[in-house]
């Protein structure tokens, strides 16, 4: 904790909803950045919108998501509602060359870099086109073991300042990934280099059943910043201008060569951690309850509203938007006939090896004795 | 041509692939000032700098980490790993994320690394810095496992490893670091990757074995041909993964007979899955069951009994005996 930083502030928070949450945030503060009260006069009004649409598509693609898992549609699917100011706020400070290093949760920041939303549904659905990330998409396939991505996010924001490129990298990771090696070798090793990388930590608080008690004895994870001489910055991460506002001053930091910056941004995973998950098990339902009464999506709404920014017209308008959106991204997953078995040999090495070609023809044989078999019953 | 040890024409392919290509990085712990423990980065630094050869913290998961990140992000990556007994911080990286990061992301991404390693046994070092655990990255789709068995080979395989656009296990055997010389040439060459080769040619029995184990094994058939007038081809693998089956097999087909040497354990190394593959492929020509000699089942010991861990000359041997015998 920074206590000079000028974002300091204390934790009593009034929202603009006029719904006293100091009592439930108490606990949560202090933070470096406090939730907006005023109109942002550093945001622009184009902007807030854009964060607000990205924020509200994720939220429909991901209630969708879980519709589609309960359906049979995908396979096991690892929801995200209550983080979307995390993943969309974050994002959209960004820069088009600078990198998204995430994990399994994070496709609401891989979507708002440019990763087509079709390719995560392809991606949940088991399917290799999922993998794919076009070209000029500057985002790192997410990393399923926890905490293996930081490590790369610092030797990609290593390779940008060894060539020369103005590149910075957001890694995302969530609040039990700060009790892995990897979080400490990735923090250490992007300080003493000084790499221009941001460690984006979402505390939802719960490393699937395991609260945050069981992951650390210290009252924060930004804290943990100073052991390594890193900036480390508190945020309430469901206030969607203060995560804007601790990367978009990250990304400078990053860019200007002052080295890595600890974002811990405080948030909450209303749902399981994946559709496989019973979160009943191990957390009153009522928190989930008090989390939503600062949701990210419904206080940004608000906000623009206040702001006279947002109206029910363009609501609507928007709501429709979201639908077809969500629609197409589907039709084109489940437009798609069944993967082609052969591209298990695909991509293994650059140059099948001859044992791996004489698997394949091996392969291809079995397959057409299977089809014919078939066919024939 | 230069007379050079093994260790030595690492240094040399090392410094050569830095001059040639400026995407190579080397990074790892002690590699910088000091040259390695094993002096295989020796006046590089000072010759290339901090930037390109670099001295990490102390942390191998990092340094396998980091080097995705370098690699992907459009560097070529030489890490060090002290020993091979301290690869295992890395070991996730290396598996979850070096091997699958072409596939995971459809080749968008790719972490062609060379992850020089010393290995084995037979230096009289401390606990756990003598290891032979090849079967792990060997049994790893996506890696490629390279070792040499002399000063000439150690530098052509290098060279061919920086080129490679996939990741490298380059395991250098560190019992022959320094134990001859050979004549290296000073220009670049490459030896392939996937490629055996046949160090000695013979009729009766086929020996295949790898990296330190190579000179052992020649010395122990030459006492068997001796004893027993007979001629034994040894092949030295070079590549563990993927290995060369069309010189093996065309051997084993000639011979009728297959002995597997390897340094590691017996159980699950890398012997098995060679006297698998000979048994399915060369079944009518064989004479003999195929034979492995390995390390012991049990962990390597501290020194005073390291020599008798690894496949000793009567061992190697009696195993030639049993295949010739049976």
């Not at chain 2, 693998?237 to 069309?246: H, I, N, V």
Request: with cysteine.
């Amino acid at each position: 904790m920074h206590d000079e930083s000028p974002h300091f502030a204390d934790a009593v928070i009034t929202t603009q909803t006029g719904v006293d949450t100091a009592k439930e945030t108490q606990s949560l503060g202090p933070f470096d950045i406090p939730a907006t009260i005023e109109k942002p006069e550093d945001v622009q009004d184009e902007l807030l919108i854009e964060i607000y649409r990205q924020m509200a598509l994720l939220r429909e693609f991901d209630r969708r998501s879980v519709r589609l898992q309960r359906a049979g549609r995908i396979g096991t699917y690892p929801p995200l509602e209550g983080q979307e100011a995390c993943q969309v706020a974050s994002t959209l400070a960004l820069r088009k060359a600078d990198y998204v290093v995430p994990t399994y949760r994070d496709y609401g920041a891989m979507m708002v870099h440019g990763m087509p939303m079709e390719h995560i549904l392809m991606y949940w659905n088991g399917r290799p086109e999922g993998a794919v990330i076009p070209q000029d998409v500057h985002v790192f396939p997410l990393a399923v073991p926890i905490a293996t991505q930081l490590p790369h996010a610092a030797g990609l924001a290593w390779a940008a300042k060894l060539q020369g490129r103005d590149e910075v990298s957001l890694a995302f990771f969530g609040d039990g990934a700060s009790s892995e090696g990897d979080f400490h070798e990735a923090m250490n090793f992007a300080a003493v280099f000084k790499l221009p990388v941001v460690f984006f930590c979402q505390n939802n608080q719960y490393a699937i059943s395991v609260p945050l008690s069981r992951q650390t004895a210290t009252e924060t994870i930004a804290e943990k910043a100073a052991a390594y001489g890193v900036t480390g910055v508190r945020i309430p991460g469901w206030d969607a201008v203060a995560v804007y506002r601790a990367v978009r001053d990250a990304v400078v930091r990053a860019s200007r060569g002052e080295g890595p910056t600890l974002i811990e941004a405080l948030t909450y995973r209303y749902g399981p951690h994946t559709t496989s998950d019973d979160p009943t098990k191990y957390r009153p339902l009522s928190e989930a309850e008090s989390w939503r009464e600062r949701d990210p999506v419904e206080t940004l709404r608000q906000d623009l509203n206040r702001y006279r920014l947002w109206d029910d017209a363009k609501e609507a308008e928007l709501q429709e938007w979201i639908h077809e959106t969500i629609q197409a991204a589907l039709a084109k997953m489940e437009s798609l006939g069944p993967v082609n078995p052969l591209e298990l040999f695909d991509h293994v090495y650059a140059k099948l090896p001859s044992h791996l070609e004489r698997a394949k023809a091996e392969f291809l044989t079995e397959l057409s004795h299977e089809q014919t078999k078939g066919d024939a019953q | 041509m230069t007379e050079m040890t093994l260790v030595q024409a690492v240094n040399d392919a090392l410094r050569t692939a830095l001059q040639s290509d400026d995407r190579v990085i080397l990074l790892g712990e002690d590699i910088g000032k000091n040259g390695g423990v094993f002096r295989a980065t020796e006046g590089l630094q000072a010759r290339f700098g901090e930037q390109r050869v670099v001295d990490t913290p102390l942390a191998e998961a990092g340094i396998i980490g980091t080097s995705v990140g370098l690699a992907a992000g459009g560097m070529k990556p030489i890490p060090e790993i002290q020993f091979m007994g301290f690869i295992y911080p890395g070991f996730e990286q290396i598996v979850s994320h070096v091997a699958r990061l072409r596939m995971r992301s459809r080749s968008r991404f790719t972490a062609p690394m060379v992850i020089r390693v010393p290995y084995g046994g037979r230096i009289r070092a401390p606990e756990l810095h003598s290891e032979s655990t090849e079967t792990f990255f060997a049994h790893t789709p996506g890696l490629t496992v390279v070792t040499p068995s002399n000063p000439y080979d150690a530098k052509g395989l290098l060279l061919s490893a920086v080129q490679s656009d996939d990741p490298v296990i380059f395991l250098e055997p560190m019992h022959i670091y320094r134990s001859f010389r050979q004549s290296v040439p000073e220009e670049p060459y490459i030896v392939p990757i996937g490629s055996a080769q046949i160090v000695k040619p013979g009729r009766d029995v086929t020996v295949i074995t790898w990296g330190a184990m190579v000179r052992d094994v020649l010395d122990a058939t030459a006492k068997v041909e001796a004893t027993r007038g007979i001629e034994v081809e040894v092949i030295d693998l070079r590549t563990l993964a993927p290995w060369d089956e069309e010189t093996v097999f065309a051997s084993v087909n000639k011979t009728g007979r297959a002995v597997i040497v390897h340094e590691a354990v017996l159980n699950l190394g890398l012997g098995a899955e060679l006297a698998a593959r000979i048994s399915e492929e060369c079944v009518l020509q064989l004479e003999a069951p195929v034979t492995r000699v390995g390390g012991l089942n049990v962990p390597v010991p501290l020194f005073q009994l390291e020599d008798l861990h690894a496949p000793t000359h009567a061992r190697i041997q009696r195993g030639i005996d049993k295949v010739l015998d049976f």
